[in-house]
């Protein structure tokens, strides 16, 4: 008999095979050859104002130092000692004033890195120095936008660059880190992400998130005609005061990297995504014709953001194995902010734990035995385009790698 495969018979594209999210040889994979490369955030440029003040971001057993030198320039490093290779640092989330340091001293047997990375005093070889040609093991840093990112690629990436033209107007760099939290996800990252790139699960799971978006509800009842109305109200009201919506950019899907950005308005009269609508303190930066819209975009793909004209969610994306994926988000906004912290995170504290469960489940569901790939639906283009990214990515390591 023909062996015939189903899957090709139709013309619905499907989604991901259940190894891709369950098998430890493709998540090794994954971290030799892509997440290496991959622009990663530290963060916001505000954690690294003083010399010595440092972030460590830790992917798929990788830790990163990321840190302001003395001569006030960032830098990042491997958090592993070039003695015996310990992990040097730890994270210093929630301490405050961030911590400075002056220079890095290995824990084990003290070792002493300046804020460049070179070691600088080799306990125990005072007398002839031999190893002071030793340094921590540099990457490549991008700073964009009062954004922090560092990666292992050979040049700089132009997207990256190109998020001055999106969130420039914020001016992150002078902001506060309000809130951060971090959410284990008991699932592989890139459910985390395809589930992060539709709304189309938003009408009948996250009914917070559909109170304060207009369009889940427009949309769902095919009422696209009243998001174009919002649409058009906030582009005139934002041009009046004298601020340009940022370039859309949906659909090009770029070969190394994942990428986004849209303007979307939030209607409902609302100015702002909370419980009343009303605004909670100052806009960031000069984005006062944000008011009543968003932007919201995806970087990598290990950076999703969400911008209101009174805070910017940062939604940090950290696999750490097969199934385990670390999510981590920041509350940025102004100097001067009046709600309660409670009331900024109060949208998206609830909404990212409805998305835990659902992808969690996802992740069962796709381990099983009697999974097969489903077609998406349109208006699932986002993540469809996301699972052809990747599979772009793994056919090509796999020709790359395949013995000549
Ligand atoms: S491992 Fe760092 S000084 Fe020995
Ligand atoms: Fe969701």
């Given at each position: 008999m023909e062996n015939t495969d189903i899957y090709t018979e139709t013309a619905y594209v499907k989604s991901l095979p259940g190894h891709a999210y369950t098998d430890e040889k493709i998540f090794k994979q994954e971290r030799y050859s892509l997440f290496r490369y991959l622009p990663v955030i530290a963060g916001p440029s505000c954690l690294l104002k003083k010399s010595g003040n440092y972030i460590v971001t830790d992917i798929a057993s990788e830790s990163i130092i990321t840190i302001k030198d003395q001569e006030g320039v960032v830098k990042a490093m491997a958090n592993t000692c070039r003695h015996r290779g310990k992990r040097l640092l730890e994270n210093n989330i929630g301490s405050n004033p961030q911590k400075t340091l002056k220079s890095i001293v290995c824990p084990y047997h003290a070792w002493r890195f300046d804020l460049n990375g070179k070691l600088i005093i080799a306990r125990g070889d005072q007398a002839n120095a031999s190893f002071r040609h030793l340094c921590l093991r540099k990457l490549r840093v991008q700073e964009t936008a009062g954004l922090t990112f560092y990666h292992g690629f050979n040049q700089e990436y132009e997207q990256v660059n190109n998020l001055e033209n999106?969130?420039?107007?914020?001016?992150?760099?002078?902001?506060?880190?309000?809130?951060?939290?971090?959410?284990?996800?008991?699932?592989?990252?890139?459910?985390?992400?395809?589930?992060?790139?539709?709304?189309?699960?938003?009408?009948?799971?996250?009914?917070?998130?559909?109170?304060?978006?207009?369009?889940?509800?427009?949309?769902?009842?095919?009422?696209?005609?009243?998001?174009?109305?919002?649409?058009?109200?906030?582009?005139?009201?934002?041009?009046?005061?004298?601020?340009?919506?940022?370039?859309?950019?949906?659909?090009?899907?770029?070969?190394?990297?994942?990428?986004?950005?849209?303007?979307?308005?939030?209607?409902?009269?609302?100015?702002?995504?909370?419980?009343?609508?009303?605004?909670?303190?100052?806009?960031?930066?000069?984005?006062?014709?944000?008011?009543?819209?968003?932007?919201?975009?995806?970087?990598?793909?290990?950076?999703?953001?969400?911008?209101?004209?009174?805070?910017?969610?940062?939604?940090?994306?950290?696999?750490?194995?097969?199934?385990?994926?670390?999510?981590?988000?920041?509350?940025?906004?102004?100097?001067?902010?009046?709600?309660?912290?409670?009331?900024?995170?109060?949208?998206?504290?609830?909404?990212?734990?409805?998305?835990?469960?659902?992808?969690?489940?996802?992740?069962?569901?796709?381990?099983?035995?009697?999974?097969?790939?489903?077609?998406?639906?349109?208006e699932e283009y986002r993540t469809q385009a996301f699972t052809a990214w990747w599979q772009n990515w793994k056919s090509k390591n796999e020709n790359q790698n395949s013995p000549k």
């Amino acid at each position: 008999m023909e062996n015939t495969d189903i899957y090709t018979e139709t013309a619905y594209v499907k989604s991901l095979p259940g190894h891709a999210y369950t098998d430890e040889k493709i998540f090794k994979q994954e971290r030799y050859s892509l997440f290496r490369y991959l622009p990663v955030i530290a963060g916001p440029s505000c954690l690294l104002k003083k010399s010595g003040n440092y972030i460590v971001t830790d992917i798929a057993s990788e830790s990163i130092i990321t840190i302001k030198d003395q001569e006030g320039v960032v830098k990042a490093m491997a958090n592993t000692c070039r003695h015996r290779g310990k992990r040097l640092l730890e994270n210093n989330i929630g301490s405050n004033p961030q911590k400075t340091l002056k220079s890095i001293v290995c824990p084990y047997h003290a070792w002493r890195f300046d804020l460049n990375g070179k070691l600088i005093i080799a306990r125990g070889d005072q007398a002839n120095a031999s190893f002071r040609h030793l340094c921590l093991r540099k990457l490549r840093v991008q700073e964009t936008a009062g954004l922090t990112f560092y990666h292992g690629f050979n040049q700089e990436y132009e997207q990256v660059n190109n998020l001055e033209n999106i969130l420039g107007t914020l001016k992150l760099e002078d902001a506060v880190v309000r809130d951060r939290k971090t959410y284990t996800v008991n699932a592989n990252w890139k459910l985390w992400v395809e589930n992060f790139l539709e709304c189309w699960h938003c009408a009948p799971n996250h009914p917070e998130l559909s109170e304060v978006k207009g369009f889940i509800k427009q949309f769902e009842s095919g009422r696209d005609d009243l998001y174009l109305e919002d649409e058009y109200d906030w582009r005139a009201q934002a041009h009046k005061k004298g601020w340009e919506l940022p370039p859309d950019n949906d659909f090009s899907s770029d070969e190394n990297l994942f990428h986004f950005n849209i303007c979307m308005p939030l209607g409902n009269g609302r100015v702002t995504a909370n419980k009343d609508g009303k605004r909670m303190g100052d806009t960031l930066g000069n984005a006062d014709g944000l008011e009543g819209g968003a932007i919201f975009g995806c970087m990598g793909p290990f950076l999703f953001y969400l911008a209101y004209v009174d805070y910017t969610v940062l939604f940090c994306v950290r696999p750490q194995s097969v199934t385990k994926t670390e999510v981590e988000l920041m509350w940025v906004t102004s100097e001067n902010f009046q709600a309660s912290t409670d009331d900024l995170t109060w949208l998206w504290h609830t909404t990212i734990q409805q998305d835990i469960s659902l992808v969690e489940e996802t992740q069962q569901g796709v381990s099983s035995l009697y999974y097969t790939p489903g077609p998406f639906q349109a208006e699932e283009y986002r993540t469809q385009a996301f699972t052809a990214w990747w599979q772009n990515w793994k056919s090509k390591n796999e020709n790359q790698n395949s013995p000549k």
